[in-house]
């Protein structure tokens, strides 16, 4: 059976675990939704979405300065306990995202940090695209969609390929974590500092 992309988006919001977990939950369940449910809460997958709504106060603030010092990062990651702050796993997956912060110039941490009149911005300009590319009007809408999620790979922290293994996104790393250490896990903040560029 072809697994969709509606399949696995449908899956997606049932459990909030990462794209690429929902689809190969699905491959194994032969395209079953119910089945690849189950799949992933054996995995404990499932549980890091019921997880997200708990409080994340502790954690740690950590740094990356890039070889040569002209390019910086200080970041804020959030758990739920001290214990799990102290964590080896969990101060490698932030030094991870300094890394990553460093190297891919996010914006945003997600999708709703984007001001709407940003999106409706890079919308009118997607629109203008295709139409100049001569796309067919029937056809504008599914392409500007499909843009715009590429717009957001790249100003959105959250939607970003990682930098260690392209096939995962930063929340389907998050989602891995959360369901290995079994607290919340919550990117607060980041400012990324380039030298010579103005704030």
């Known amino acids: ?14 459990t909030g675990c990462g794209m690429m977990d929902c689809k190969a939950a699905l491959i194994e369940a032969a395209g079953d939704a119910d089945k690849a449910g189950d799949i992933l809460r054996q995995k404990g997958l499932a549980s890091a979405a019921r997880r997200a709504g ?8 950590d740094s990356y300065i890039h070889i040569g010092g002209k390019l910086g990062v200080l970041l804020e990651v959030n758990c739920e306990s ?6 080896i796993e969990f101060q490698a997956f932030v030094k991870d995202i300094c890394m990553q912060i460093a190297a891919s110039n996010p914006q945003y941490i997600s999708r709703d940090e984007v001001p709407d009149g940003i999106v409706d911005h890079e919308k009118e300009i997607l629109v203008n695209q295709a139409k100049q590319e001569g796309k067919p ?4 809408e599914k392409i ?6 590429k717009f957001y790979s790249e100003v959105c922290l959250l939607d ?3 930098i260690k293994d392209t096939d995962k996104k930063v929340m389907d790393l998050i989602g891995e974590l959360v369901a290995k250490i079994g607290e919340n896990i919550v990117i ?3 400012t990324r500092y380039q030298l010579g560029e103005k704030s």
Do not use: H, S
Not at 8 to 14: D, S, V, W
Not at 54 to 61: E, F, H, I, M
Not at 137 to 140: D, G, I, T
């Open 54 to 61: 708990r409080v994340a106060a502790q954690g740690l603030v």
């Open 82 to 87: 001290d214990f799990v702050g102290r964590n």
């Open 137 to 140: 009007e029937k056809a504008v």
């Open 144 to 149: 500007v969609t499909g843009r715009l999620e």
């Open 160 to 162: 970003q390929p990682f």
């Open 188 to 190: 607060r903040r980041f």
């Open 1 to 14: 059976m072809e697994i969709t992309m509606e399949m696995i988006k449908a899956l997606r919001e049932k």
